[in-house]
């Protein structure tokens, strides 16, 4: 299965995202690699960010990059 480059754009509310498609890639560490590279050479900003997704097929990576995830609760001892 391929990996897929994607700039996410969160909505403000939070439950919504908005993905540009970059590219896809046969092996994670090229994949890896093109995303270090964007982030040094192309900082994003508004909250806006890289991600990468492994996935069958490009609208099941966007499906994926879109569910809703509640944030994680970090307990006392764990900061």
């Known amino acids: 299965m391929p990996y897929y480059l994607y700039i ?3 909505s403000e509310t939070g439950t919504a ?8 890639f046969d092996k994670f560490k090229t994949a890896k690699n093109e995303a270090k590279r964007l982030r040094a050479e192309t900082p994003l ?9 492994f996935a069958e097929n490009q609208s099941e990576a ?5 569910e809703y995830r509640e944030q994680t609760v970090v307990k006392e001892w764990e900061k």
């Open 45 to 53: 900003e508004d909250g806006r960010y890289y991600k990468i997704m």
């Open 62 to 66: 966007e499906q994926h990059l879109k």
């Open 8 to 10: 996410v754009t969160p």
């Open 17 to 24: 995202k908005s993905l540009e498609y970059l590219s896809q």
